[in-house]
């Protein structure tokens, strides 16, 4: 029997605007958060005894984090370490710096040889003891198109057709890394990766316009007890039949706004003569709440908003106000007794739309309930301003280099 801990996206020192310097320590009430619930995750690897711990991936921002964020994050993994358990840690696309090679962020971790410790930046098979015996380990990074393929060969290609030659190439070398294991050692795929098939927020496909994506059938093999993701931040699990459980265990905190109703979590996991079992924890993650407020129609839009924002939990919650409220109601809006409501909250802020009619009418186009592509919202503002008629073209020309390489970055989670 092997104990698995399964955790992925830890952002650690990501949306630190949300937060505020805690004057008893000197740091980011938001690092402080974020430290607290991988501590939880650290904690429970230890109190459950498992066997190793598996790390999805995005360990930062980005890959090139402050000393001191470094620091916090060593700090958890370090009791790892001294406990001997071993521990994966993948490369996500947020670990990964654009001109170089390899995860830099956590690349110390393989330079120190910190003891147990696997950073796992290359497709490869890690056949690794554990104190109950053998696992095997694949382990697949965030791949980006020039990892896997030349400038040579991609030229002249579309996106679209880059994307079909690098699953096909990623195919036959995940096919061969398949035939080398040893079918009596528990197996699991440890990947950062987007799949076909993963869903964010309702009922909404991440997948669309996101650039990369592996199709499922990649995935759901046989000899894997357990897939192991990273990369997508809401916990999903996208094999209901189990066979095997392909998970996302999702972020531990909230990242920004568009987690709001997501749970936190981890999932732990055994694998018993070939049967898995999984469940997933919940973290004490900082709720964010968005009151929103139509007090345009409203005789005392003061009260309006004050009622509308006392109906809401938002006592240590990180919280945004956005309104929507005609211009000649502004003066009979005290935005300091507002202010003085939100300071309950952790942190806040505050949004008013303020409603025009001849925006509207002129650009029926745009209206509520309309939605248009990028080019041609721009196109029909465009339309619309004889002073910069004569350069039109160029800046359809701009927008559509900048969504092409908005899409090449592949930047999502
Ligand atoms: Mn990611």
Redesign the pocket.
């Known amino acids: 029997m092997i104990k698995v801990l399964h955790f992925?996206?830890i952002h650690l020192g990501s949306g630190l605007s949300h937060g505020r310097t805690n004057p008893k320590t000197g740091f980011n009430t938001r690092l402080e958060d974020f430290v607290k619930c991988l501590s939880l995750c650290i904690d429970s690897a230890i109190e459950e005894e498992v066997d190793i711990v598996l790390f999805g991936?995005?360990a930062f921002p980005n890959s090139t984090p402050p000393p001191y964020i470094q620091e916090a994050f060593a700090t958890q993994f370090r009791r790892l370490s001294n406990l001997n358990i071993p521990t994966v840690l993948l490369v996500?696309?947020?670990?990964q710096h654009s001109h170089i090679n390899g995860g830099v962020s956590l690349s110390i971790y393989r330079t120190l040889k910190v003891p147990n410790f696997i950073v796992a930046d290359t497709l490869k098979t890690h056949k690794i003891l554990t104190k109950n015996g053998y696992v095997q380990v694949i382990t697949l990074p965030?791949l980006t198109r020039s990892s896997l393929l030349t400038k040579s060969k991609t030229e002249g290609l579309s996106l679209e057709q880059i994307d079909n030659l690098l699953i096909e190439t990623l195919e036959p070398a995940l096919e061969s890394e398949i035939r080398k294991l040893n079918s009596n050692d528990p197996t699991i795929l440890l990947a950062?990766l987007?799949v076909d098939r993963a869903r964010f927020g309702t009922e909404k496909f991440l997948a669309v316009g996101r650039g990369f994506t592996i199709p499922i059938s990649l995935l759901m093999r046989s000899e894997f007890n357990y897939v192991a993701l990273?990369?997508?931040?809401k916990h999903q699990n996208l094999n209901p039949k189990n066979n095997p459980p392909i998970i996302y265990p999702g972020s531990i905190e909230r990242v920004d706004f568009s987690e709001e109703k997501e749970q936190k979590g981890y999932v732990l996991l055994i694998i018993k003569k070939g049967q898995t079992s999984w469940n997933f924890f919940p973290l004490p993650a900082r709720p964010f709440i968005t009151i929103k407020a139509n007090v345009s129609q409203s005789t005392n839009p003061q009260k309006t908003l004050i009622d509308t924002i006392r109906k809401k939990p938002i006592k240590e919650a990180i919280v945004r106000l956005n309104y929507q409220v005609r211009s000649e109601q502004l003066e009979l809006i005290d935005i300091s007794s507002i202010h003085e409501i939100l300071k309950h909250s952790h942190s806040y802020t505050i949004c008013p739309e303020i409603l025009s009619e001849i925006s509207r009418i002129r650009l029926p186009e745009l209206g509520f309930g309309k939605s248009l592509d990028p080019i041609e919202a721009l196109k029909t503002y465009l339309k619309d301003k004889n002073d910069i008629k004569d350069i039109t073209d160029e800046l359809l020309e701009a927008a559509h280099q900048l969504l092409k390489e908005k899409n090449e970055i592949i930047e999502?989670?």
């Open positions: 992925s996206d991936g995005d996500g696309n947020h670990d965030w950062h987007m990273g990369h997508v931040h999502t989670d």
